[in-house]
């Protein structure tokens, strides 16, 4: 049997004054230990909501019922303390713009540090030499510590954001989006580091994405979201091969294939919605 890490349980979110609204609808699924599960679904579909809820960092204007259990605990049940203990040495999560994680007034080297001190109590000494060794592993120059964020690109920025994710080793990453802003061969180079760093600590990943491209280069499984629904989830190898719901089908159909075969289609959003109401 596979070995799931998260299993959300009826996962409903909406505004509190309006419990009718629902954002994200009842929405149910397990995160396999170990694999890469990437969210799909257009704008506003509840993606970076439901990764939200997770790590109990959702606006205070929200709420929400349901079941979140990580690795059997009932996360719903946790005081704000223990979900500060559990946020990034258990999960992590890297945001899509890094720039509004990251403080524009600090050098990076202090941020990456003080991500690591949070949960450890080594000596200054140590956390300096963690850091820079936490630096290396994505690739940016030991010197760049004393570096601000905007003198950094975007990519070394993402890359110091996943520097400071991993400083803990979480068993579960969130990556919302982290490389939509980016060129696409800075994207693969971080999709690669980010795949790399999930094989060999065996953790678990949590991808959103708009692109079915990132989906087919890292995904092992995939959950398709539509309207703060769940419509469509399993294997990538049958999501991608033999969709059923409509909506991945028109999404796929809005991927270019290299060899031009496929004409690419606008999605039908009337007549999608209008199936959606009646099932
Ligand atoms: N604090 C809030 N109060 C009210 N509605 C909200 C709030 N935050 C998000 N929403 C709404 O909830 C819906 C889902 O938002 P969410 O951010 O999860 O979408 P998303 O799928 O991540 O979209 P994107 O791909 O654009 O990032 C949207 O309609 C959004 O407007
Ligand atoms: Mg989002």
Known sequence: MKKSLLNINNLSIFPNNNSSLKLVDNISFDLEKGKTTCIVGESGSGKSLTALSIIKLLSPQLSCEGEIHFNGDNLQLYSDDQMRQNRGKEVAMIFQEPMTSLNPVLTIGYQIQEAISVHSSWTKKKIEEYAVELLKM???????????????????????????????????????????????TVQAQILKLLDNLKTKNNMTMLFITHDFGVVHDIADNVIVMFKGKIVEKGPVKKILSKPEHPYTKALLNCVPDIEGKRKLKPIDYAKLNKMMMAS
């Open 138 to 184: 994505v690739s940016i120059d030991s010197d760049r510590v004393l570096s601000y964020p905007d003198e950094l690109s975007g990519g070394q920025r993402q890359r110091v954001m996943i520097a400071m994710a991993m400083s803990c080793k979480p068993n579960l990453l969130i990556a919302d989006e982290p490389t939509t802003a980016l060129d696409v």
